[in-house]
């Protein structure tokens, strides 16, 4: 058996003559950039987190870098963020001018361990953003309440997290602002690239749609230098007709998961994705833990199953952080991971045949 790590036709199959409609419209329109599809999605994605304004950008790392330059970053500043996590988060602090302070993640959940953010924050600290990876919240209330003693904003990155949950609260809805990614394989994905950040600070999300559209809200009126970062007419129309089938979408992959977890159970030496209290997990990945990880990937690349390291290098130990000087002392957690993990294939449209062929191929290897 064949088996897609992400199916993004099998789900365009099950939208189809919606999603061709929506595209023709745009096309009928010429409404190509901003417009009402733009307009559509922005108010929807904000009501559905129940906050009052959503921006829609080009990607998700523009979102980020958005957000901290309109909250003022800059040189001689340092944002915290964790130590485990794609480029995006890091590099935007950097693109700013500050300095990224890295932390080590938490043994079981993969996020920013809170019991160690208090020992990285200096006078020059202005931020932190904890990233909700893989699809499952960081630890929430120890960092909002870190941050609220020593007087710091918190963004949350929520690229992999769209409608997770953290004591019943939506990611995204705790911080100052949040950042979002529809990248095509996310939980909710475009047809390219595309993002989003959400507040419900006004005057943040005043300057924050400035800084996006060349440094004014009207055009030909530029109140500040700033950047071009849209996001299309075409992509908000796609999104606008995914959206309303998220959250079934989520309870797919989270039935996917709960499969994986039953099959895989007492496997070898697998660690199966854990579940912290109170929280939940909408599963953008699936990731696995075990010391045979490579052997394992060249097992089941053989056998038609794809797998991917999310993230094989740690992000204090690339090539682009050198200069900070980190060593694999510094971080252990993540450096022990980065060997390890290794994500299985898991969309809303996979079937109780590809999920117990995929297990069982895991099975042989063990057996073998």
């Not at 890091?90 to 300095?99: F, K, L, N, V």
């Not at 003693?149 to 609260?169: F, I, P, S, T």
């Not at 912290?276 to 690349?301: C, N, Q, S």
Request: hydrophobic share 40%; aromatic share 10%; proline share 4%.
């Amino acid at each position: 058996m064949k088996i897609q790590f992400v199916d993004l036709h099998a789900q365009y199959l099950t939208l189809k003559d919606e999603m061709d409609a929506a595209i023709a419209a745009v096309i009928r329109d010429s409404a190509y950039i901003r417009g009402p599809f733009v307009d559509k999605f922005e108010k929807d994605y904000a009501a559905l987190f129940g906050v009052s304004h959503c921006l829609a950008c080009a990607n998700g790392t523009d979102s980020l870098y958005i957000a901290m330059k309109s909250m003022g970053v800059g040189p001689g500043d340092e944002v915290i963020t964790t130590a485990h996590s794609w480029i995006s988060t890091s590099e935007t602090i950097s693109q700013t001018g500050a300095r990224v302070v890295f932390v080590d993640t938490d043994p079981d959940t993969y996020t920013i361990n809170p019991a160690l953010i208090a020992a990285k924050i200096t006078p020059r600290t202005k931020g932190i953003i904890p990233v909700h990876l893989y699809g499952q919240s960081a630890d929430m209330d120890p960092i909002l309440a870190l941050a609220e003693k020593h007087n710091l904003w918190v963004m949350e990155d929520c690229a992999q997290a769209h409608l997770a949950r953290y004591k019943g609260r939506l990611t995204g809805t705790m911080g100052r602002v949040a950042s979002f990614s529809f990248y095509p394989g996310k939980n909710l994905g475009a047809y390219g690239d595309a993002g989003a950040a959400i507040t419900n600070d006004a005057e943040l999300a005043r300057r924050m749609t400035c800084f996006a559209r060349h440094g004014g809200i009207k055009k030909g009126e530029h109140e500040i230098e700033g950047i071009n970062s849209r996001l299309d007419g075409l992509q908000a129309a796609v999104l606008g007709v995914k959206l309303p089938h998220l959250s079934k979408w989520t309870e797919a992959r989270q039935r996917v998961a709960a499969r994986y977890n039953e099959l895989l159970a007492g496997v070898g030496d697998l660690v199966t994705p854990k579940v912290a209290e109170g929280r939940d997990h909408v599963y953008h990945l699936y990731v696995i833990r075990t010391e045979r990880r490579d052997e394992l990937m060249a097992f089941l690349k053989e056998r038609g199953v794809p797998t991917v390291l999310n993230y094989p290098v740690a992000l204090p130990f690339l090539q682009a952080y050198a200069y900070l000087g980190h060593t694999t002392a510094d971080f252990p957690v993540a450096y022990a991971h980065q060997s390890r993990i290794l994500s299985l294939p898991i969309y809303p449209e996979m079937t109780e045949e590809m999920i117990a062929y995929v297990a069982e191929q895991i099975k042989a290897f063990f057996r073998s």
